[in-house]
């Protein structure tokens, strides 16, 4: 939406052009009142002919009021103009004082109590200057009628202008007169709802009285049909006009709402309604404001909940909770660590040494999850990843486990050749891979959780990587990953038997794979 001058001078003049389209169709009522209705036929016509006197006082009317109102709206708008100024100009719109804020609030009420105020002066000057209630009759159907086109006319176009002055659209927080959507229904039927019994009860009951007196009954009688039928023609018109403009009022809102529910169900969360009014439609609005802004939190806790663990741990955690306890799986655990890291850590800057670690985390991070596996835990210069758990359920979790663990060296070739370029020490990792039953799920006490496996398979991975520099591989697995690969796509490894494994009682086989 445009907060431009432009765009304000627009709102300026369709209020003003509103105001002086209904204070002449409210004159032309008055017209038609004055020619139609008042005075009651004498002769054997309808319809007495409309003296000049009759014309003057339509023009005095219509004149007053219009000058009056526009007058009066000029005069008492200048402080929400000099406002408008100086937010165009770039003053923030919070130091608008608080009188000024309910002005904007209640300017649409505003325009039409000048404009009501206006009708119903002329109306009792008239009568009372006349001495003739009729006057006062006509004047106060054609301000009623006005004064209505006004209030919500104005409304539907100053609802435009209220997001630059109200930019956050907090409107609930102004302490201002707020009209609300029953009242305002309440409203827009007691002035034009209940306008066309009355008159027709209140002109009927005249022409009544003045048949029974008259000479020629026969006139007025005709007359009584031109005032139902004047009655029928301001209540429609006037009805018609209303019921569009409160609809609009009412619809509009509600449009602009679920369109923007339909684009949060689409994922944009960025998605704001514009708050225009302080009524039950607009505190509707702050609310789903305060929702998607929520929702932006949410989604950028999760996020951020992402990067301090994998991103199916964060999932598993926003949908069914963070609660303790672990699950018997049987999967494949990989296990990678820097060789030399504490010799590295001598020779380089703390920060340049952070700097490697972050890069060469990333490249290694990339390549398990690209297979699939769920990075549990980084141990500095170590990375643990599993195949296989509840997170990431898969029936190839060892020929998964082994092709991360190719890659992974892949990756390590591409990532020194980059650090050679940039004349940094290259590093060296070695890989251990171990398949078998381990428990995986929540661990830790109420304060702070953790992600991670347990079991011998766990143990074994992180003691085959320590045996890769002994063996002269740089990828060690166990015969139960060896067994558990598929035949055809299994890549060719040598039998290392009888290999020492601190903690195991009992030498073990394991399976050395060549440099990829």
Not at 86 to 98: D, F, K, R
Not at 307 to 336: K, M, N, P, R, W
């Amino acid at each position: 939406m445009s907060n431009s001058p432009t765009s304000s001078r627009r709102v300026s003049r369709r209020v003003a052009t509103l105001i002086s389209a209904a204070t002449v169709f409210g004159a032309l009522i008055v017209f038609a009142y004055f020619a139609l209705i008042d005075p009651i036929p004498v002769d054997e016509a309808a319809v007495s002919p409309l003296e000049t006197e009759g014309i003057v006082v339509f023009a005095v009317a219509g004149v007053v009021i219009l000058v009056a109102a526009i007058a009066m709206v000029v005069w008492l708008g200048r402080p929400i103009r000099r406002w408008l100024r100086l937010i165009e100009a770039g003053t923030p719109a919070s130091e608008m004082p608080p009188n000024v804020a309910r002005l904007v609030l209640i300017w649409p009420l505003v325009g039409a109590s000048l404009v009501a105020a206006g009708s119903l002066v002329v109306a009792i000057f008239l009568s009372i200057l006349y001495d003739d209630p009729g006057n006062f009759v006509g004047i106060a159907i054609g301000g009623a009628v006005g004064t209505t086109i006004v209030y919500f006319g104005t409304d539907l176009i100053w609802r435009e202008q209220i997001p630059t002055f109200f930019p956050d659209g907090d409107l609930s927080s102004i302490h201002a007169f707020r009209l609300s959507v029953r009242r305002r229904l309440l409203l827009a039927f007691a002035l034009i709802g209940g306008l066309t019994p009355t008159l027709l009860v209140v002109l009927t009951q005249a022409r009544t009285r003045a048949m029974l007196d008259a000479e020629n009954p026969r006139a007025i009688l005709d007359n009584l049909v031109v005032v139902q039928l004047y009655i029928l023609g301001v209540g429609l018109l006037a009805g018609v006009i209303t019921a569009v403009l409160v609809a609009r009022a009412i619809v509009g809102p509600l449009e602009a709402l679920q369109a923007a529910m339909g684009r949060v169900e689409n994922s944009e969360l960025d998605t704001r309604v514009a708050v225009t009014t302080n009524d039950e439609l607009g505190y509707l609005g702050e609310r789903f404001n305060v929702m998607t802004d929520g929702l932006r939190q949410g989604e950028r806790l999760r996020e951020l909940f992402g990067l301090y663990v994998s991103a199916e741990v964060a999932q598993a955690a926003v949908e069914s909770g963070a609660g303790l306890g672990g699950t018997l799986v049987d999967c494949t655990v990989v296990f990678s660590d820097i060789r030399d890291f504490t010799t590295l850590s001598e020779q380089m800057p703390p920060a340049r040494l952070v700097d490697v670690i972050n890069r060469y985390m990333t490249a290694m991070v990339s390549v398990i999850v690209d297979h699939g596996g769920v990075v549990t835990r980084f141990g500095g210069d170590s990375v643990l990843a599993v195949f296989g758990t509840p997170l990431n359920p898969m029936a190839d979790h060892a020929d998964r486990a082994v092709r991360t663990a190719i890659g992974m060296r892949r990756a390590l070739a591409a990532f020194n050749d980059e650090e050679t370029l940039d004349r940094l020490p290259n590093l060296r990792s070695g890989i251990g891979i171990a398949t078998g039953p381990v428990i995986a799920g929540n661990i830790g006490g109420r304060e702070r959780i953790e992600y991670t496996v347990m079991g011998d398979a766990v143990n074994l991975a992180a003691r085959l990587e320590e045996k890769t520099k002994e063996a002269g591989a740089p990828i060690l697995m166990s015969a139960e990953t060896y067994q558990a690969l598929d035949g055809a796509d299994a890549p060719h490894a040598r039998a290392l038997t009888d290999l020492e494994i601190k903690g195991k009682r009992s030498p073990v086989t394991a399976y050395a794979l060549a440099e990829p």
